[in-house]
């Protein structure tokens, strides 16, 4: 017999043979609310998932779960997780979600909750969990995520004109099919965008930064691009036609021959190029020590990258 381990947040421990297995409890709830034009989210932990659907309401999905020695001590456990709403008649709804234990478990307890939130088209977000993923999907309204600990993963966000910003205390950031201005801030992670961006900064304190902007029918990259890596290389891919003022600094590139080494990625050394024509984007590309800076222009939404293409030094 094998048995699984068994957390509190002082104690983990593995029972032998002859331990009972831990008793499940799920509790699943559908709540349906008025639309709001803003949503506050506030959990002590949990998932979340946030979408829009064509429906003129707010529908929150609560799930809920406990994890304990016996069924008994599961379904007195269940409760301990609270998911209370306000504001149905306001400018705002908020949504909150508690921990009545904060902590306090018996040996083998565990509690905890998912929301999925479906929202009406253009609705504002802002989302904030103590301890768990966020997942954001085809939303078009103002949006502002952050986790103290957990991944971000964001599909089909249409920014308008404020950056929507994504942030984790620690976790990655996945960002696809993404339009508009995009902030984006782990302290301990990689962070991962592409879509038809305007403006972004990503942040890392601890893990590599990918970003790749396609260019079919969005707005030309405008303002300042910063791509920084405390510890992890940074990538940025420009549409061909983009112009940009680059200034980077990294490692050199030993899987690349430049031929003439006119190249920015010399040790300990910033470097500056310019590409293209009209008005230019400033981007900052700053690895981390030892890593490498990189600068990729493709032609066309899926066309082959060109390296560096056009940059020159001082």
Do not use: Y
Not at 93 to 105: D, P, Q, T, V
Not at 134 to 155: F, K, N, R, Y
């Amino acid at each position: 017999m094998s048995c699984r381990w068994l957390t509190t947040p002082a104690v983990a421990l593995s029972l032998t043979a002859g331990c009972v297995e831990p008793v499940v409890e799920t509790s699943v709830e559908i709540r349906r609310l008025p639309a709001a034009p803003s949503i506050e989210i506030r959990l002590d932990q949990g998932d979340l998932e946030i979408r829009e659907h064509a429906l003129p309401e707010v529908e929150i999905e609560v799930e809920r779960w406990s994890r304990a020695l016996s069924r008994e001590a599961a379904a007195s456990a269940l409760p301990a997780i609270v998911v209370q709403t306000d504001g149905e008649d306001a400018e705002t709804l908020r949504i909150r979600g508690r921990n009545l234990l904060g902590g306090a478990f018996r040996l083998g307890e565990s509690v905890g909750l998912r929301l999925t939130i479906r929202t009406a088209p253009g609705t504002a977000i802002k989302a904030w969990t103590g301890d768990g993923r966020i997942e954001l999907s085809g939303l078009t309204g103002p949006v502002e995520a952050v986790t103290a600990s957990g991944p971000i993963e964001a599909e089909s966000l249409r920014a308008g004109a404020s950056p929507a910003q994504l942030r984790t205390g620690d976790g990655r950031i996945d960002g696809k099919d993404l339009e508009g201005r995009f902030v984006a801030e782990t302290a301990d992670g990689r962070i991962g965008l592409a879509g038809r961006l305007q403006q972004v900064r990503a942040v890392s304190g601890d893990g590599r930064v990918t970003v790749t902007a396609r260019s079919a029918a969005a707005p030309a990259p405008r303002g300042v691009w910063e791509l920084r890596s405390a510890d992890g290389s940074v990538r940025l891919t420009l549409p061909a036609e983009a112009a940009a003022l680059v200034s980077a600094a990294g490692e050199p590139d030993e899987d690349e021959e430049t031929g003439n080494g006119d190249d920015w990625e010399e040790r300990a050394a910033v470097r500056f190029a310019e590409f293209g024509e009209g008005p230019a984007a400033r981007v900052l590309l700053r690895p981390g020590s030892g890593h490498e800076a990189r600068l990729d222009r493709r032609s066309g939404e899926d066309g082959e990258a060109r390296r560096g293409a056009g940059r020159r030094r001082p």
